[in-house]
C-alpha cells in the first residue's frame, strides 16, 4: 500500500483548496492508496466524512509557532511512514511541513501552488507576509521533488522560474463537473422565481468576503450600475472576514434593497442560473474556480485583468483593468449586457478543465 500525507486541509469547505484535496481524494483513493491529511484544527464533520475513505486526520499547529509545528509533522511521519507527502500552498511561507518531509526522508514530496498573491487583511501585514515570502521562495523548492500549480501565474508566485519552465513543473487546472454547471433555463426561471428576480438584471458574485476578491471595489462598481438602471439587483454568495464591513458598507450606500447577501450555499450551480452578469474584481488570484463555473453555465464574465487569462473558457469573457475605475467598469458591463446565453461559444482551451481529464492528471501524481 502507498501511504500518502497530503494537506493542509482545513473544515472541508472553507475554500478551494480544501474541494481540491477532497476531489483529489475522490479521484485517487482505492484499496492500495491510503491518504491522510494535516490540518490546523479537527472539525469533527470532516474528520467524520473522511472515515469512509479510510483517511486520518491530524491535527498540528499553525505557522504563528513554526519549531513546534516542525516538531509535529515530523512526528507523524514518523510514525506512519509515508511514501509521498503532497503540499497544497498558497505562499512559501508554508515551507515548515516540506522541510519536515525532506527531514524524515519521505521520497516523494509534491509540491501545489494554488495562489499568485498574499490575501493578509492590512497593508502592513502584506508587507511583512510579502518579504518573508520573497526570501522562502529563494529555498523553498529544494524541499520538493515535483512542482504543481493551478495555473503558470500561481506557478510563478510560488517557485523560481528555472522551476515552472522545467520537466518538473505541470499545471493542473481546477476542473469543474460540467454535467453540474450547464445552462438550464427551466431551472433559471424557477431559481429567479423564487429569489422574486423575474424583472431584475442580475449581477453575480461567488466567493469569500476577504483581501484578495476585492469586495468594496465590487460595490462601488454595483453602486454605479444601479445609478444607471434601477432595475439591477446583486447576488452575493459568500462569507469571510470582510462580510460585516461590506453589509455596513451596501447600508452606508443605501442599497440594501439591491444587494443580497445569500450567505454560504452549497447550491450555487441552481445560483448562477439567475444570474445575468458574473462578476470578479479580484486583486489576485492563482485559477479562479468559481470564474470557470459560471462561464460553463453561458454566464457573459467580466474578471479583473489580475486574473489570469488560462481562465477563460468562453467568448462572453472579458477582463478589465482596477485602474479603469467602478464607472467605466459599470459603463462596460451595461453595455455588453445583451448577449444570447444559449448561443455563448466555448474555446478550446475549455478542454483543460474537463473533470476526466484532471482525474487522470491526480491518479499519475500518486503512481
Same mark, same amino acid.
Given at each position: 500500500m502507498k501511504r500518502i500525507l497530503a494537506g493542509f486541509i482545513g473544515d472541508g469547505k472553507a475554500g478551494g483548496v480544501d474541494r481540491y484535496l477532497l476531489n483529489f481524494l475522490e479521484a485517487v483513493h482505492g484499496e492500495n492508496i491510503q491518504i491522510d491529511f494535516l490540518t490546523n484544527e479537527v472539525?469533527?464533520?470532516?474528520?467524520?466524512?473522511?472515515?469512509q475513505y479510510g483517511s486520518k486526520l491530524y491535527a498540528v499547529t499553525t505557522l504563528k509557532h513554526p519549531i513546534r509545528q516542525y516538531r509535529q509533522v515530523c512526528a507523524v511521519m514518523k510514525k506512519n511512514t509515508y511514501d509521498m507527502v503532497y503540499l497544497n500552498l498558497s505562499t512559501a511561507i508554508e515551507c515548515i511541513a516540506a522541510f519536515a518531509a525532506k527531514k524524515m526522508k519521505v521520497p516523494e514530496r509534491a509540491l501545489h501552488s494554488h495562489s499568485s498573491g498574499n490575501d493578509r487583511q492590512s497593508a502592513l501585514s502584506r508587507m511583512i507576509y510579502n518579504f518573508i515570502h520573497r526570501i522562502c521562495r529563494l529555498f523553498l523548492y529544494k524541499a520538493g521533488t515535483v512542482y504543481y500549480a493551478c495555473s503558470v501565474k500561481a506557478g510563478e508566485w510560488l517557485y523560481p522560474k528555472k522551476i515552472v519552465h522545467s520537466d518538473k513543473f505541470e499545471v493542473i487546472y481546477n476542473?469543474?463537473?460540467?454535467?453540474?454547471?450547464?445552462?438550464?433555463?427551466?431551472?433559471? @426561471?424557477?431559481?429567479?422565481?423564487?429569489? =422574486?428576480? $423575474? !424583472?431584475?438584471?442580475?449581477?453575480?458574485?461567488?466567493? +469569500?468576503?476577504?483581501?484578495?476578491?476585492?469586495?468594496?471595489?465590487?460595490?462601488?462598481?454595483?453602486?454605479?450600475?444601479?445609478?444607471?438602471?434601477?432595475?439591477?439587483?446583486? @447576488?452575493?454568495?459568500?462569507?469571510?472576514? =470582510?462580510? $460585516? !464591513?461590506?453589509?455596513?458598507?451596501?447600508?452606508?450606500? +443605501?442599497?440594501?434593497?439591491?444587494?443580497?447577501?445569500?450567505g454560504w450555499r452549497n447550491d450555487t450551480g441552481r445560483l448562477y442560473q439567475a444570474m445575468d452578469t458574473f462578476l470578479l474584481p479580484s486583486r489576485f488570484e492563482g485559477l479562479p474556480i468559481v470564474g470557470v463555473e459560471a462561464q460553463y453555465t453561458g454566464l457573459q464574465c467580466v474578471f479583473s485583468s489580475e486574473v489570469t487569462k488560462e481562465t477563460q473558457i468562453q467568448k462572453e469573457c472579458y477582463f478589465l483593468d482596477l485602474e479603469r475605475g467602478p464607472k467605466k467598469w459599470a459603463e462596460f458591463i451595461l453595455k455588453h449586457k445583451k448577449y444570447d446565453r444559449e448561443q455563448v461559444q466555448f474555446l478550446k482551451e475549455a478542454k483543460n478543465y474537463d473533470l476526466e481529464k484532471q482525474i487522470s492528471q491526480l491518479r499519475r501524481i500518486v503512481c
Open positions: 472539525s469533527q464533520e470532516l474528520e467524520n466524512n473522511l472515515k476542473a469543474v463537473d460540467r454535467s453540474r454547471f450547464c445552462y438550464q433555463p427551466d431551472i433559471r @426561471l424557477k431559481m429567479r422565481e423564487e429569489l =422574486e428576480l $423575474e !424583472e431584475n438584471y442580475v449581477i453575480g458574485h461567488v466567493g +469569500n468576503f476577504c483581501y484578495p476578491k476585492n469586495c468594496r471595489f465590487l460595490i462601488e462598481v454595483f453602486e454605479q450600475i444601479h445609478l444607471l438602471d434601477k432595475q439591477t439587483v446583486l @447576488l452575493l454568495i459568500g462569507t469571510g472576514v =470582510e462580510f $460585516e !464591513e461590506i453589509k455596513q458598507l451596501v447600508s452606508d450606500k +443605501n442599497l440594501q434593497d439591491s444587494v443580497r447577501f445569500l
